[in-house]
């Protein structure tokens, strides 16, 4: 056994998160936290919402509400919404925590001693009419490179070029279209090149990655720069520094403080287990987390904040770098094991866009369809290494074609004809097991090997295809063996050992599928006769804040039960009921009606 942390980007807590958020971060994380459990590793997985920010604060102005009021909304929005898609959260917190407050000072503290973190004084733009900080990508104007018009402060789209706010040509504020104001003002920025070195040793010894993550981490570090870490800001983790800490208008920035959420969640749930050190076997470098894996997952808009910024504040704060410097009270903490960036998924071939109501939120999608229904297509069809477009008549093709007519067709017909013939799993035949019986039990079995194998690897495109192999390979057994044939009494020794063989591996291939459709699975173990829990399911907890906050929901949940990744015999004699469908067959028509929904 090993432990394995399965970090998950933290969803923005400014609306609720619609389907192509949740293909990045939300079920390639689940999946692979699912199977490394069944597996018998010691997991922790964990994440929250992300609630700090000007959008937030702007977004709250703009509602007449506190940016608190508005990230307590939407931090129940989206608990609720990833409990109902299965996600196993071992915890998933928010960022507006005392506890985070703590960890997040703790590590900023530990980088300015080493002397990663230096005072600047730099030109920032400031809205005039509030006196607030302009982030540079809320303003726009015509890019002074390819004289595009739309160019934000940070980058031009047209061109791909780095951009800086005072650089643009007529630059607008995109809150309310004034003109901002240029001034200076004293910022605390980490000095990334002071970093590099390490970090590049640290990326030269990554193993297994996906080739275009570790190709742009590696590329970055060709041109870093200080970056500021504090802005001019009321809401935020307040800067841990004398003559900075009861400061009204300077506060740590949202991209800090948010990153640092994967180590505060971890001891926030080490802290709620009632052993406070617990957090250690994941996270501490020097002690029993030496051996620990940590997995990141996220969309690839994410990845230089993970394989680069993430690396670089655990690096500081552990006294490496060319600065030196000693570990914080933390200690040496680890670095990422492997950044697992998914591509971008579309609809209807364009952009997600709430703005533009480009868009399928996930609680909408689910009070339409089940969540096995999204979670099998983004695990066959997601994003895992290429751009990928969800159209509605895909989904309906793989639902009926794949779900209903391949996985569901075998559990019905298999615990039917039982049911039917048995009332019971029947038993094999002595007379014993002929070739074809043999074959097929053995894809099964090796169905463990190969597809647990891709899981691990985060090939999860694959590794669904290689279990859904098994079941295809089960339905034409089946159908060459047609046991609904063998009527007379004294064929029924073989149809009893068809069927059984049938159950079997019915049994090992909803295992096998049990970390891409949990929800299913939990029914199929149930209509195979199974009692208890074969796929534990996330709770929403309402908790105190440890340290006296407000209280708040969490998502939570008992993995210590349920199934574990290996063939276990079924049990002739076992009462079976009439089955009833595990999916449901979608009418055509949803293609229209939802497309006529996407057009508004």
Known sequence: MSHVLAAVAWPYANGPRHIGHVSGF???SDVFARYMRMAGHDVLMVSGTDEHGTPIQVQADAEGVTPRELADRYNRVIAEDLRALGLSYDLFTRTTTRNHYAVVQELFQGLHRNGYIVPKVTTGAISP?????????????????????????????????????????????????????????????????????????????????????????????????????????????????????????????????????????????????????????????DGEGKDARGYYFMGKDNIVFHSVIWP???????????????????????????????????????????????????????ERYDADALRYFIAAAGPESNDTDFTWAEFLRRNNDELVAGWGNLVNRSVSMAAKNFGAIPPVD?????EADEALLATARVGFTTVGDLIARHRQKQAIGEAMKV???????????????????????????????????????????????????????????????????????????????????????????????ESVPVQAGRALAAPKPVFRKLDP????????????
């Open 26 to 28: 939300g079920v390639p």
């Open 129 to 285: 009419s509030t006196g607030r900080t302009l982030p540079d990508r809320y303003i726009e104007g015509t890019c002074p490179i390819c004289g595009y018009d739309s160019a934000r402060g940070d980058q031009c789209d047209n061109c791909g070029n780095q951009l800086d706010p005072v650089d643009l040509i007529d630059p607008k504020s995109k809150i309310n279209g004034e003109t901002p104001k240029f001034v200076e003002t004293e910022h605390f920025f980490l000095d990334l090149p002071a970093l590099a070195d390490v970090l590049r040793q640290w990326l030269d010894t990554r193993e297994g990655w996906r080739p275009n993550v570790l190709r742009f981490s590696k590329n970055l570090l060709d041109d870093l720069q200080p970056r500021a870490i504090t802005r001019d800001l009321e809401w935020g983790v307040p800067i841990p520094l004398d003559g900075w800490r009861d400061r009204g208008d300077k506060r740590i920035y949202v991209w800090f403080d948010a990153v640092i959420g994967y180590l505060s969640a971890s001891i926030e749930w080490a802290r709620r287990t009632g052993d406070p050190e617990a957090w250690r076997k994941w996270w501490s470098a």
């Open 589 to 600: 028509s949803i293609v229209e009606e939802e497309l006529a929904r996407l057009a508004g």
């Open 312 to 366: 670089a504040l655990l690096s500081g704060y552990s006294g490496e770098g060319t600065n030196d410097g000693e570990p914080g009270e933390l200690g040496r903490l680890n670095l990422p094991t492997e950044v697992v960036s998914s591509e971008y998924l579309t609809i209807e071939g364009r952009k997600f866009s709430s703005s533009r109501k480009v868009v399928i939120y996930v609680r909408d999608f689910l």
């Open 471 to 565: 079941v295809a390979e089960a339905n034409k057994y089946l159908s060459e063996q047609a046991p609904w044939k063998l009527k007379d009494e004294a064929d029924k020794p073989r149809m009893g050992t068809i069927l059984h063989v049938a159950l079997q591996v019915v049994s090992d291939a909803n295992t096998l599928l049990t970390p891409f459709l949990p929800h299913s699975a939990q029914k199929i173990h149930e209509l195979l006769g199974g009692t208890g829990v074969h796929a534990p399911m996330p709770v929403m907890e309402e908790v105190d804040d440890l340290d006296g906050g407000p209280a708040y929901p969490v998502l939570t949940g008992d993995y210590t039960v349920g199934a574990r990744w």
């Open 430 to 434: 002595p007379a014993g097991l002929t």
